[in-house]
């Protein structure tokens, strides 16, 4: 999807092909069964031209995000922030600015209830 809204215009796959990590060579049905994913989930729009089609967003960056995170938080992490935030911490992947943003915003959140 990064791909896609970068562009700013509808793209093909070989666009994104293209523009994928170099270490991280997908094949080609990978990528278009990817693509197709996000087309049922109503995240992407095709449209077919010559032998080619063309993958456009229906959905903006920030509505996705917020989306795909409340997905994984509740497949993975039982629908518990506290859960995800200690998956990050007990795997030492939360520094001291981690943890001082984190409080931040939480203080930031109940200041807005």
């Known amino acids: 999807m990064l791909i896609v809204w970068d562009y700013d215009r509808p793209v093909t796959r ?5 523009r994928l990590d ?3 060579k997908l094949s080609p049905t990978t990528i278009l069964s990817f693509l197709a994913r996000l ?15 063309l993958y456009a967003p229906v ?8 989306v795909e995170s409340k997905n994984i938080l509740t497949k993975l992490y ?12 007990d795997g030492d992947n939360l520094s001291a ?6 409080e931040e915003y939480i203080t930031q ?5």
């Open 14 to 18: 070989f666009e994104i092909e293209e």
């Open 22 to 24: 170099g270490d991280r």
């Open 39 to 53: 087309q049922e989930r109503g995240f992407l729009e095709v449209t077919k031209v010559g032998k080619n089609n």
């Open 59 to 66: 959905i903006d960056k920030d509505s996705y995000m917020k």
């Open 78 to 89: 039982r629908n518990s922030a506290k859960n995800f935030i200690a998956a990050l911490y």
């Open 97 to 102: 600015d981690d943890i001082a943003e984190l």
């Open 109 to 113: 959140m109940k200041k807005g209830q």
